[in-house]
């Protein structure tokens, strides 16, 4: 089947490249003139109706099409294309107040007004059947409008609403665990329920974890996290039949946040959309924020199963939801958008096209940003447009990955329930930490679910797996048998998927593969460390490791210095089966990680894209014959690489090497196809 991300190129005839476009916001002669300065930025792509819904149906079953209808044929007129939005992120004010109970009620029982967005309970009947209501009239209406390209199912599902707490979601919730466990002994057994004495004998006993009086029933809380993003997930499965329905053959998209959004499952809404697109926002106060730019880029990609993805949104400049919002230095947007490029996106776009003048949102930037066209941001956007244009023959391209790592929404859910052996182990801090060795190390990686077929890659990293499956367990096992190299983090395997312990010795999933037992996790205190052998020093955690067939790589140091595990094994190391399983038994420093992630590359064959200094971040895109460099400069200055035997995709050839300006990037056509990277199981380098 035709990829519907190449399909979609073909119709923009390029790279997509644009933004949310708001037209209500403003009067109809200020469309004419955006549309003109469209086309001079080379968008060919707009998200149309986002927020829309109190204009298209300003009374209950009152539809106006006039402002919808005028934007979108002047769109087409112009050459744009539309990615249209369904509008159910923002019920209308006459909704909230026709049905009050449809307002989210938060833990400890307070009901939200209207005012803002997303202003909605994820179960509300009242809510689903208007909704449903809008976006089949929608769907119906613009179906065959030659303009709509792309379906675009609400906007950030669950982003300010997916934990509502009310009567509604209370039964909803009833029904989601009778589906699930068919009996009320059934959840007491897997809730644990008999700790504390909170057994249930019937299911409308059974309450959303709401405020209570000390901590709530992990497998409560656990299962309430799933059931909320299922909640949503049935609206997005509900609004996308609608699409589907009224038009087969234009692809379906929803914007995720990547790990910006903790409350939804990305991975389960990805598999419902034909095209997987994410917002990525940089936080302004993080000096490595181009490393989780790029991490947010790699799980883009895993999401899409590797295929090209869309970057729905980021910023030209400001963002207006942090405590200080830093404008982007000149060179930075391109800099951002070209890595998204990268690692495999196909599309580039912003919130938003035109910046607000009133409302929420007026000191967000835009791509025309309030000063209009002769500031510096509008002079980036239109070069980046033109270098997008002309950069039209690395789409449809892919990234190759050696190394998976595995990321859960599951895990990174239980890991964080309350009462735990320490808070300040925190499950997206630890993948960032693994993360960003391997970004170092310049090995390209895709984030991806466990629940992955892992055959094609050298080598998988886990980092604090904590919740598993036995069946991603056994999959992982399987793996390293067959001659792959798995590396599991501190706190993996602890529990299975109703956070029960696996008894017997940690980390209980995983004893066999990593030939080890705990007997005892040893966080460390806030301030505290516990020295390495390599001379370095683990914060936050440790663990008492007993061999049961491993060897030690690095151990905590003897002697008091060491922490609580002093003189035992702080990285392991075990051959099982055709494959070897790596343990580390900390929180280990940046240096340490990288020595281990160095180490299990090494052996495993996974190499770096291209052999190039620090601070240089190199990704490869191919398909084919057809393979592509780039390069991207996060130095300070000037940097010269030796790649001999390409040229600039402008065409002009390359001497021996390239001389990158700082923050700069390049893009190489690569004249002879590397060596393709081969399985693990064919050795190592
Ligand atoms: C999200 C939303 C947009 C806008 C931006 C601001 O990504 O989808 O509507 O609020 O944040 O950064």
Redesign the pocket.
């Known amino acids: 089947m035709t990829d519907p991300m190449s399909t979609l190129a073909d119709r923009l005839g390029g790279i997509a490249y644009g933004g ?1 476009y708001n037209p209500e916001q403003w009067p109809e002669d200020v469309w004419h003139e955006d549309v003109r300065l469209m086309r001079e930025a080379g968008v060919n792509l707009v998200t149309v109706g ?2 829309s819904w109190s204009r298209i149906e300003p009374r209950p079953g009152a539809y106006d099409w006039a402002l919808l209808d005028t934007v979108i044929d002047l769109l087409h007129t112009a050459g744009v294309a539309v990615d249209l939005a369904t509008p159910t992120a923002a019920p209308p004010p006459w909704f909230s107040k026709a049905y009050p109970r449809s307002l989210p009620l938060t833990a400890s029982g307070t009901r939200l007004s209207h005012g803002s967005r997303q202003a909605f309970c994820p179960s509300s009947p009242d809510y689903a059947r208007a909704a449903d209501a809008v976006v089949g009239k929608l769907a119906r209406r613009y179906a065959d409008h030659p303009a709509v390209v792309m379906w675009h199912v609400h ?2 599902w669950g ?1 300010h609403n997916a934990l509502c707490y009310c009567d509604t979601s209370a039964a909803a919730f009833r029904t989601w665990l009778r589906d699930r466990y068919t009996t009320p002994a059934r959840v007491n057994d897997v809730w644990g329920t008999d700790f504390w004495g909170q057994r249930y004998g019937d299911w409308e006993e059974i309450d959303p974890p709401r405020d209570t009086t000390a901590f709530r029933n992990p497998g409560q809380e656990l299962d309430y996290r799933r059931f909320s993003s299922d909640a949503l997930l049935a609206r997005h499965r509900a609004e996308s039949a609608l699409l589907r329905e009224a038009s087969p053959g234009i692809p379906i998209t929803t ?1 995720l ?1 990547g790990t910006l959004e903790k409350k939804v499952d990305g991975h389960a809404f990805a598999r419902q959309s034909d095209i997987v697109s994410v ?1 990525h ?1 940089l936080v302004a106060a993080d000096p490595g924020n181009h490393i989780d730019l790029a991490l947010n880029a790699d799980l883009a990609r895993g999401m899409a199963d590797g295929r090209p993805w869309l970057l729905m ?1 980021h ?1 030209t400049s400001a ?3 942090q405590p200080v919002n830093v404008p982007k230095e000149p060179g930075e947007m391109r800099r951002n958008s070209l890595t998204h490029l990268a690692r495999g996106a196909d599309g580039i776009l912003f ?2 096209w035109r910046q607000s003048r009133a409302g929420a ?1 007026k000191w ?1 930037s835009a791509m025309l940003p309030h000063g209009g066209t002769g500031t510096r941001t509008w002079g980036e956007v239109s070069s980046l447009g033109a270098e997008l244009g002309a950069m039209s023959e690395v789409r449809g391209t892919r990234v190759q990955a050696d190394v998976a790592l595995l990321f859960d929404w599951h895990a990174w859910w239980a890991l964080e329930l309350e009462a735990r052996p320490s808070q300040h182990l925190r499950y997206l801090d630890t993948v960032r930490d693994w993360y960003g060795a391997l970004w170092d190390l310049g090995v390209t990686c895709d984030l991806v679910a466990p629940d992955t077929d892992l055959s094609r890659y050298r080598a998988v990293l886990a980092p604090s797996l904590y919740l598993v499956s036995d069946t991603d367990a056994d999959a992982l096992h399987s793996y390293v048998r067959g001659g792959g190299h798995a590396v599991l983090g501190p706190f993996s395997g602890a529990v299975d998927t109703h956070d029960r312990v696996r008894t017997g010795g940690y980390p209980g999933a995983f004893r066999d593969l990593l030939g080890l037992v705990v007997d005892e996790y040893l966080p460390l205190r806030q301030g505290e460390s516990a020295l390495l052998s390599d001379s370095s020093r683990a914060l936050l955690w440790s663990e008492r490791v007993a061999s049961r067939g491993c060897t030690a790589r690095l151990r905590f140091a003897d002697g008091p210095d060491g922490g609580p595990a002093r003189g035992g094994p702080a990285v392991t190391r075990h051959s099982y089966g055709g494959g070897v399983g790596w343990y580390a038994a900390a929180a280990l420093p940046a240096q340490s990680l990288r020595d281990l992630l160095d180490a299990v590359c090494r052996e495993a064959g996974a190499e770096p894209a291209a052999a190039v200094p620090p601070g240089i971040e190199a990704v490869r895109r191919r398909a084919g014959d057809r393979s592509y460099l780039f390069l991207v400069n996060h130095t300070d200055r000037e940097v010269r690489i030796p790649v001999a035997g390409h040229t600039a995709l402008d065409g002009s050839a390359l001497p021996e090497y390239v001389s990158l300006p700082a923050g700069d990037v390049v893009v190489l056509r690569e004249r002879a196809v590397p060596q393709q990277a081969s399985l693990h199981r064919e050795g190592a380098r």
């Open positions: 949310d986002v927020f906007n950030e982003n914007n946040l917002d926002y949104e910023s963002v207006n939801w919130f938003q949102e967000h």
